[in-house]
């Protein structure tokens, strides 16, 4: 391979014409014959640049609308001849085929067509053929070519001609060719995954199409030792933490990233309720309260376990104002997030400089659908989101006290509530906001207890004469397997229970409601978390 290769012909073919002033005007300054096709030839000439079409390279005029047209020896000879390969040159000769040494191509808009909602006809129209053949012929050959496939790169190519006397070093004609599969990579993967999820409908296609670009290299993992990097899909289409907008605040480390991750799928769950606020830690809400105004929903929230609180993160579904902004400044708080904040909001935060604060525009739909994936040693497992709502006519009394209207509520609550904590999960709730929650134990019996500890322990940390277990509703994110965890729940004051039911024992469990005269609602759904 030649370290330095001289840029005589170059093929440019663009769909995206940005930036396109200032690369011809480069080109032609190094004597740069142009090979161009149909709208860009046009765009180029209309510039005052001499070009050549492709047609007259080829021999054969672009046909059948446009699909075929630099499909063609003379193109692809020009680009794949190894040059210093005696046996390719003779046959370049033989032939007529000159060298291509620049290829400047951006692929039919084949995601923003599928974004714009346009129809089957027009999506496959928009699938590129001549294109990609071309990045690749190109790439392959990054010992004698160099392509450019991304307008970001036209100023670094400007300035590797203007500092080689028109020609291009071997490192970056290998960095580009890197870059170029991987926009092919990318581009064939949107195709596949329009075939295999709108096209096919199939949930779980036999090839996983995947592709993700780098947004940014975090400083480290969940340790130090760790290294982290965050990946975005090509297009974003879900309002989430990967695309919220960071107004203040030291860099998002991998830790952050998850539990605000964490904090706004729950708050997304009171998306359209009255103002609520979550403050979750280690990925688990350790406080989540509904209120009139968001103030007082972060005041309860905070004060089901103020401990944990600290150094946490809070999510709250309406526009933070200054008085909750002060509230949540009066501690140490890691990151905040909401869909906005009023200009008195941002001048409050403002005062804590290392606070980070994200800002969504939306909440993402908590019912929407998707997949999730978590990596095993030798594999991954994908499944579907956990997007599973219980409707009123769904649930299922199976006591003989019927619930009243408040457990009803409180009991939805903390329902929503669990299937956000680790298994086992237990959480009480009383006037939908958290009394105590259990997370991550390896029996349910553990959870309960350990909610109701908390929830004893903030009663004696406000003052108040019980705790706010005594009257609550209480969930449990999978069945009770023994009465036990029922019963640690009624030691803790709890009138209600909301579960899945479906033990061998339910029977045993439901008995134990009645002699302690609770109402236990059934859902028939679980919600665990791994």
């Given amino acids: 391979m030649t370290e330095l290769v001289p840029v005589r012909r170059a093929l440019i073919s663009l769909s995206d014409k940005q930036g396109i002033e200032e690369l011809a005007a480069a080109l032609a300054r190094h004597q ?232 706004l799928e729950l708050i997304a769950e009171f998306r359209d309720g009255r103002p609520a606020c979550v403050i979750v830690k280690h990925a688990n809400p350790c406080g989540v309260a509904q209120d009139d105004y968001l103030g007082g929903a972060y005041q309860t929230a905070l004060q089901c376990d103020s401990v944990s609180a600290f150094g946490g993160i809070v999510a709250v579904n309406r526009q933070l104002d200054r008085e909750t902004a002060r509230a949540i400044t009066a501690i140490f708080t890691e990151v905040v997030i909401a869909p906005d904040a009023d200009e008195e909001a941002l001048a409050v935060f403002a005062a804590k400089k290392n606070l980070r604060l994200l800002l969504t525009g939306n909440l993402p739909d908590p019912r929407r659908a998707g997949l999730q994936l978590k990596t095993v040693a030798g594999g991954v497992l994908v499944q579907a989101r956990d997007n599973g709502v219980i409707l009123d006519s769904e649930l299922r009394v199976v006591t003989r006290r019927q619930p009243s209207a408040r457990e009803v509520a409180d009991c939805r609550f903390a329902w929503t509530v669990a299937k956000h904590v680790k298994s086992n999960a237990i959480v009480y709730a009383k006037d939908c906001a958290t009394a105590g929650i259990g997370a991550g134990q390896m029996n349910r019996r553990d959870s309960a207890r350990i909610a109701a500890a908390k929830a004893r322990e903030a009663a004696e940390s406000h003052g108040w004469p019980e705790p706010r277990t005594v009257g609550s509703a209480v969930a449990s994110d999978a069945f009770f397997p023994f009465a036990d965890g029922l019963l640690a729940a009624v030691e803790a004051g709890a009138t209600a229970v909301i579960q899945p039911g479906g033990s061998i024992r339910d029977e045993e469990v439901i008995a134990a409601a009645d002699e302690a005269g609770l109402a236990m609602i059934f859902t028939g759904m679980r919600h665990f978390r791994h």
């Fill in 32 to 263: 740069v014959e142009l090979v161009s096709t149909g709208g860009t030839a046009a765009r180029l000439r209309d510039l005052g640049h001499q070009v050549r079409d492709v047609a007259e390279l080829t021999g054969f005029p672009e046909m059948m609308d446009g699909r075929v047209k630099t499909l063609h020896p003379a193109v692809h000879g020009g680009l794949l001849a190894v040059r210093d390969n005696l046996e390719h040159q003779a046959a370049a000769e033989q032939h007529g085929i000159a060298p291509i040494d620049l290829v400047v191509v951006n692929l039919y808009p084949f995601e923003q067509t599928v974004a714009r909602g346009a129809g089957r006809d027009e999506i496959i129209e928009n699938i590129d053929i001549g294109g990609p053949s071309m990045v690749r012929s190109a790439a392959k050959n990054h010992g004698h070519v160099v392509i450019v496939t991304d307008p970001g790169n036209y100023a670094e190519l400007i300035g590797e001609l203007d500092r080689s006397g028109g020609s291009t070093s071997l490192e970056f004609r290998r960095r580009l060719a890197a870059q170029a599969f991987a926009a092919t990579a990318a581009y064939d993967s949107a195709i596949a995954s329009w075939f295999a999820f709108s096209d096919q409908q199939q949930q779980f296609p036999v090839v996983l199409p995947m592709a993700l670009t780098k947004s940014s290299e975090l400083r480290y993992g969940e340790n130090p030792h760790q290294a982290a990097a965050l990946y975005l899909p090509q297009s974003l289409s879900v309002a989430g933490i990967a695309g919220a907008r960071q107004v203040q605040g030291k860099e998002l480390s991998y830790n952050n990233l998850n539990d605000a991750d964490a904090a």
